[in-house]
T-cell receptor, first 112, second 114 residues
Framework: EPEVTQTPSHQVTQMGQEVILRCVPI?????FYWYRQILGQKVEFLVS????????KSEIFDDQFSVERPDGSNFTLKIRSTKLEDSAMYFC??????????FGSGTQLSVL | GDSVTQMEGPVTLSEEAFLTINCTYT??????LFWYVQYPGEGLQLLLK?????DKGSNKGFEATYRKETTSFHLEKGSVQVSDSAVYFC?????????????FGTGTRLQVFP
């Protein structure tokens, strides 16, 4: 079965540093998403991306966050200046016209 | 806004025991309901779904029925196996928009011992 790939699986960074989380969605998918889960809390929607632009974003997705599909295969989430509260598991997902969502295995981000 | 509440874990069972994981929701519209499962080291996978009242989703021996009157979508399995050990997430989506934007619960960890 096709799968969404996320790298790295774990990322440790210092507060204030920039991080880029990488995802390779399923190749024929058109819709891309980032979700996150802070330890012990709900999985939260961050942003959706379609046709090379953000289609929807949550209140969490402030100016510190950005997404990009730089080369037609990768889909990245950048956090410009990380805060302690950005520590979470970040999930990338993609879907096609059938609206079935496929998730990656996540990147655990730890901000120290 | 819309939300999902599911029972706290971990749920610890012996093999062949009966499983129930409770899930209730709050929604202004008429949502689709989902259960996702995350096995260790893997991504979330769709386990089952239901799109209208009284629909029963089923897969791999798991079942859940869309109960509009109680706003619930409880997950059940008659006889769990060690391989069912995972984290289970209840979720909903607003059917008035694309159904792949999901609102999740916190997840419930299931541990099955032989």
């Amino acid at each position: 079965e096709p799968e969404v790939t996320q790298t790295p699986s774990h990322q440790v960074t210092q507060m204030g540093q920039e991080v880029i989380l990488r995802c390779v969605p399923i190749s024929n998918h058109l819709y891309f998403y980032w979700y996150r889960q802070i330890l012990g809390q709900k999985v939260e929607f961050l942003v959706s991306f379609y046709n090379n632009e953000i289609s929807e974003k949550s209140e969490i997705f402030d100016d510190q966050f950005s997404v990009e599909r730089p080369d037609g295969s990768n889909f990245t989430l950048k956090i410009r200046s990380t805060k302690l509260e950005d520590s979470a598991m970040y999930f990338c997902a993609s879907s096609g016209v059938d609206e079935k969502l496929f998730f990656g295995s996540g990147t655990q981000l730890s901000v120290l | 806004g819309d939300s999902v509440t599911q029972m706290e874990g971990p749920v610890t069972l012996s093999e062949e025991a009966f499983l129930t994981i409770n899930c209730t929701y709050t929604a202004t519209g008429y949502p689709s309901l989902f259960w996702y499962v995350q096995y260790p080291g893997e991504g979330l996978q769709l386990l089952l779904k239901a799109t209208k009242a009284d629909d029963k989703g089923s897969n791999k021996g798991f079942e859940a029925t869309y109960r509009k009157e109680t706003t619930s979508f409880h997950l059940e399995k008659g006889s769990v196996q060690v391989s069912d050990s995972a984290v289970y997430f209840c979720a909903l989506s607003d059917q008035s928009v694309r159904t792949d934007k999901l609102i999740f619960g916190t997840g419930t960890r299931l541990q099955v011992f032989p």
